[in-house]
């Protein structure tokens, strides 16, 4: 607990443009590939699409650079080039995720710059597919649905009886197993037995890590709760008009009132949930106004226009209470569970950046699109360390919550959209999700909470058409 405590559209989606879609991965790829230009071509918005450029995805504060060549070791140059093809590989590997369907195992980055995006799938005959628009093929055992469920069961026996010896597993789709860290292997493979699962799913790999959570209206900075710890706001949203915040469910319950940075009285934990999951909702007084931004404390503040998820392999950058600074990282893998000393956390985050108590909360964020809030970890910033954060869109749709986003009245809940279809602003949508606008279906190709102006016909990064 750290307890301590985009693209521009054209004049067709300037509405879009309007809400900073620059940094949605991938939004309309720039130079889509022969199949992909087919695909959108069938989209009312294919005249649209083809209209987005890569300008704004280097767009992003200089500290955040300077953060990105330190902790990656990137030149300037390699951290411009990772962010543009970050974005453009993100509509890429959803595209794909939706056509291979059950023979979908997974994508991931890969290089320095990103330059290398690899798409597993379980039947050779579909490496054309792949290969077609650009990406590498890998053909494995296991589809991802499967290792999920294998997952899935392991986190049924872990709610119950929490593994003592084998604190984190998590789903690594480079390797095509479940991986399970443990101080002691055999502990753990009689986890794997007790949930049923089999062991030809999983990698037992040893590790003498523990996790602890990190705990001690901008993003990352710093909250008191109560008379004693400290923690860090993770991104503002609103609920029926009303500010507030999500940040991590360890570092208050339901009920708890909160003072602000500067220790004046400012809201009360509306929602908390933790062990199981680790996040919570603070809905502030009228004296504080969310703003769309995280604090760079002096090494520039970062906008926030969304929340689309990044994948496995993407750069991801953190600030918090504690630390007071830009750290960054790689997001190693999706639905990882952390088993704590207060009880099993699942579906975090697992990463490669650096934290300390207190930074708990605090935002997790690639490019200007909002990932997660701190949950817990291990190490420091001196020595390096391995974090795990909350998906916000998680939070988000437990509590009803809109993300406050550049562009955005904070009040606004937001356009409805097409009153004949099913899409809808501020729903919480994950890939493989269907809507309906303007008369015609799409699928959901990256998570993301909508947006006004993020309507299905005009944000091919994040629906096809079907």
């Not at 995805?57 to 060549?69: C, G, H, I, S, W």
């Not at 908390?272 to 995280?294: I, K, L, M």
């Not at 990932?371 to 988000?396: I, K, M, R, W």
Request: with cysteine; hydrophobic share 35%.
């Amino acid at each position: 607990m750290l307890h301590r405590r985009v693209m521009r559209a054209g004049a067709a989606v300037a509405a879009v443009g309007a809400l900073g879609l620059a940094w949605l991965p991938g939004t309309a790829a720039a130079e889509p590939s022969p199949s992909a230009s087919s695909a959108a071509s069938s989209a009312s918005s294919a005249s649209s699409a083809s209209s987005f450029s890569l300008a704004g995805a280097t767009d992003v504060a200089p500290a955040v650079l300077r953060a990105m060549q330190r902790d990656l070791g990137l030149t300037a140059g390699q951290a411009r080039e990772r962010l543009v093809n970050e974005r453009r590989a993100g509509a890429t590997a959803g595209a794909l995720r939706a056509g291979l369907d059950r023979d979908f195992a997974g994508s991931w980055l890969r290089g320095a710059t990103a330059d290398t995006l690899t798409v597993a799938t379980t039947d050779a005959g579909r490496v054309g597919e792949i290969t077609a628009e650009g990406a590498r093929a890998r053909v494995v055992e296991h589809s991802l649905a499967e290792l999920d469920a294998a997952k899935a069961a392991l986190d049924r026996v872990a709610r119950q009886d929490a593994p003592e010896h084998t604190p984190v597993w998590f789903v690594d789709v480079r390797t095509n197993r479940v991986v399970l860290q443990s101080a002691r292997p055999p502990a753990a493979r009689e986890f794997v037995a007790a949930a049923g699962v089999d062991r030809d799913l999983v990698r037992v790999q040893r590790s003498s890590v523990r996790p602890r959570p990190y705990a001690d209206l901008r993003g990352g900075d710093a909250y008191y709760i109560g008379s004693g710890g400290r923690c860090s706001i993770g991104f503002p949203a609103t609920r029926s008009g009303q500010g507030g915040f999500v940040t991590a469910g360890h570092c208050g319950n339901t009920g708890a009132s909160t003072t602000g940075y500067n220790r004046q009285a400012q809201g009360t934990f509306q929602g908390s949930s933790f062990p199981g999951n680790d996040y919570a909702y603070v809905a502030t007084n009228s004296s504080w106004t969310p703003r769309p931004v995280v604090n760079g404390y002096g090494r520039g503040d970062r906008a926030v226009q969304g929340s689309t998820q990044a994948m496995a392999g993407a750069q991801v950058c953190r600030s918090g209470s504690t630390t007071q600074a830009w750290h960054c990282g790689t997001i190693q893998q999706h639905n990882t569970s952390v088993s704590y000393p207060q009880g099993t956390v699942t579906g975090v985050t697992r990463t490669t950046v650096c934290a300390e108590p207190g930074d708990s909360g605090g935002s997790y964020i690639s490019g200007n699109q909002a990932q997660g809030v701190t949950s817990g970890g291990s190490g420091n910033c001196s020595s390096g360390g391995t974090t795990f954060y909350q998906p916000v869109n998680e939070a988000l749709q437990a509590y009803g919550l809109t993300l406050v986003t550049e562009g955005q009245d904070p009040g606004d809940p937001g356009d409805p959209g097409d009153p004949g279809g099913t899409w809808q602003a501020g729903t919480v949508y994950q890939a493989g999700d269907t809507v309906t606008y303007g008369g015609a279906t799409y699928r959901c190709l990256q998570g993301h909470q909508a947006q006004p102006g993020w309507t299905p016909d005009v944000t091919p990064a994040l629906w096809q058409r079907v």
